[in-house]
């Protein structure tokens, strides 16, 4: 099989990027599907990756993120520091570690950091974006955050790298 162009990468790229800015406009539009478009970014910025575009990649979470902020201003903060970065540091993970232990240290250090990026948010949606969250939330917000949240990341993670896979199979099929 002969070697992808550059045109396509960033044909590929900018596909993605519409896909994911597209969706992250509509997540910040309408309350209810904040946490789709925050997902379906997520699985737009995959598409590049299954190619092994990682610049690619790369610019079109900063294109997505860059596209949909003067509508969604302080709604692209979750994207911004975690939702976007993730699929390129699994990929990377996927790619350099090998051995179990450095992968148990990875799956560690990517929960502290959803954890830590999942309180940022909180804070910027509430002061900054003007969200409200219900009173036992607030009361119970780290209990959610640090014990919730690295039991939701874990099984997360673990279906990222499903949908990473599927996405790689379902691109496979493109002739470049």
């Not at 570690?97 to 949606?125: E, I």
């Not at 690295?150 to 279906?159: G, K, N, S």
Request: net charge positive; proline share 5%.
């Amino acid at each position: 099989m002969k070697k992808p162009t550059k045109s396509f990468e960033i044909a590929l790229s900018a596909i993605a990027a519409a896909f994911a800015a597209g969706f992250l406009m509509l997540g910040t539009l309408n309350p209810f599907l904040l946490a789709t478009g925050y997902l379906v970014a997520t699985f737009a910025l995959m598409v590049p990756l299954s190619k092994n575009f990682v610049w690619g990649s790369a610019l079109s979470y900063l294109a997505a993120g860059l596209i949909a902020l003067p509508l969604g201003l302080w709604k692209i903060v979750p994207y911004a520091v975690f939702f976007g970065l993730h699929p390129i540091v699994n990929y990377l993970q996927k790619r350099y570690v090998k051995r179990t232990p450095f992968k148990v240290l990875c799956l560690a250090a990517k929960a502290v950091w959803f954890d830590l990026a999942m309180w940022l948010s909180f804070f910027v949606l509430t002061s900054m974006a003007g969200m409200e969250f219900p009173a036992y939330i607030a009361r119970y917000l780290y209990y959610i955050i640090f014990i919730g949240g690295t039991l939701f990341f874990i099984a997360y993670d673990i279906m990222i790298f499903f949908c990473q896979r599927s996405a790689d199979i379902a691109v496979r099929r493109i002739r470049r």
